[in-house]
Nanobody, 127 residues
Framework: VQLQASGGGLVQTGGSLRLSCAAS??????????MGWFRQAPGQEREFVAA?????????HYADSAEGRFTIARDRTKNTVYLEMNNLEPADTAVYYC??????????????????WGQGTLVTVSS
């Protein structure tokens, strides 16, 4: 499984961006997977942003910082997961990574340490 993230860039405070994560494996491979977005700001640890069940797109989970501003979605026909980010703030500046991991169960026990990771895409929000 290979993941390719894209869509980062420079945006002003209050602006929007949509990140994409294209997965190289066949759609059937991802049955049972959860797909997630993480971010890492300079000098900080990587943190969870949002996740979605590949099999059930209504099953999503968000970090408190993303709730209400970010939306995660997936397109099974394109093997792609999206992160729509609205009302961006300078605190959202970070490198954003997508991840995929096989998981059945609740959102608080996802084994992200065992995930496939894509390369990051930089999001910069200017004040």
């Amino acid at each position: 499984v290979q993941l390719q993230a894209s869509g980062g860039g420079l945006v002003q405070t209050g602006g929007s961006l949509r990140l994409s994560c294209a997965a190289s494996a066949s759609e059937r491979t991802f049955s049972g997977y959860v797909m997630g977005w993480f971010r890492q700001a300079p000098g900080q640890e990587r943190e969870f942003v949002a996740a979605i069940s590949w099999s059930d797109s209504t099953n999503t989970h968000y970090a408190d910082s993303a709730e209400g501003r970010f939306t995660i979605a997936r397109d099974r026909t394109k093997n792609t997961v999206y992160l729509e980010m609205n009302n961006l703030e300078p605190a959202d500046t970070a490198v954003y990574y997508c991840a995929a991991v096989l998981h059945f169960g609740n959102w608080y026990r996802v084994p992200w340490d065992n995930a496939y990771w894509g390369q990051g895409t930089l999001v910069t929000v200017s004040s």
